[in-house]
């Protein structure tokens, strides 16, 4: 996939859908909705507690999105109190899978991002 670097004409980065996906897809908390989903069907208490830290407001939000863009299937129930399923779509267990593999990646290497982070902090203190 290449994602837009082009200019429009008002010298504003271009606008390009993959950009927009690409977001929704590695936001932080689009990242842990789509691994704890892959997990399998959750209620929206289930996956708020799961992830952890995210408000409620930002968690619908989240999941708004992903549905509109085809990832997350809602299925609410008729059922009294209501009862609502969150589960992904072939797409959104495809994109998980992937996303999964960034995470993974990125716990892994936690340690030297941290050395490198350290490094810079110390030579960029330093006078120059």
């Known amino acids: 996939m290449v994602v837009s670097t082009q200019v429009n004409e008002g010298a504003k980065p271009a606008v390009c859908p993959e950009r927009a996906v690409l977001e929704h897809l590695t936001s932080t908390w689009g990242v842990l909705v789509l691994t704890e989903l892959a997990g399998g069907t959750l209620r929206f208490g289930e ?29 609410a129930r008729p059922v009294i109190p209501p009862h609502v399923d969150y589960d992904l779509t072939p797409l959104g267990a495809e994109a998980a899978q992937r996303v999964r593999a960034l995470a993974d990646w990125t716990a892994e290497h936690v340690p030297a991002v941290q050395s490198a982070q350290r490094a810079y902090d110390e030579n960029t203190a330093a006078p120059r």
């Not at 799961?50 to 999941?63: A, C, D, P, Y």
């Open 47 to 75: 996956l708020r507690r799961r992830i952890g830290g995210v408000s409620e407001k930002m968690l619908t939000q989240t999941l708004r999105t992903l549905e509109r863009d085809g990832f997350v299937r809602r299925r």
